[in-house]
């Protein structure tokens, strides 16, 4: 039997469970972190509007007096969204090109950023010249050069293009994935399983 709930009697509880997956129109997600969702009365409001295509629908239904939908659990923009050609220099994008890892010593948590060249010493703040650090390596480094601090980094920091950090995103998948969004996903954390 199908689950049946009013749209108004739908709280926040449903409003997770029955996300809606939105894919570009070439089907990839719009983003992968944070993983683009709707919720399912925004994936419905925009399936009317002829927006969206549904490719897959949970087994629950909305009801109103005149129709019944199935709640979509992916839909596909009709019209291509053409992703921007630069990364904006964000906390979060610095964060997500290192991987959320202290780029001298690979800690997680407890996350500043580090100016290599120090501001002091003239260092800007610039994707190159800005690294992830856990707060250790950060005290440590204070002032100093890289050498004079004894550390080393783990990896050259590049300006990132937007697809370096999707593909970035595809690292860090939500602890909810539905079975019918995984066809259109493709977590690299899976794979390493
Ligand atoms: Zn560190």
Redesign the pocket.
Known sequence: MQEVFNADEAGFCQFKRNSALVLNADFRPLSYYPLSLWNWQDAIRASISNRVNIIAEYDEVVRSPSVEIKIPSVVVLKQYIRPTSASAFTRFNLFLRDEFK?Q??G?KGDMTFDHIVPRSKGGRTTWENVVA??Q??NLRKGSKSIKNAGLSLRQKPIKPDPEYLRNQGRKFPPNYLHDSWLDYLYWDAELEA
């Open positions: 202290c001298y010593c800690s650090s856990c250790k390596c």
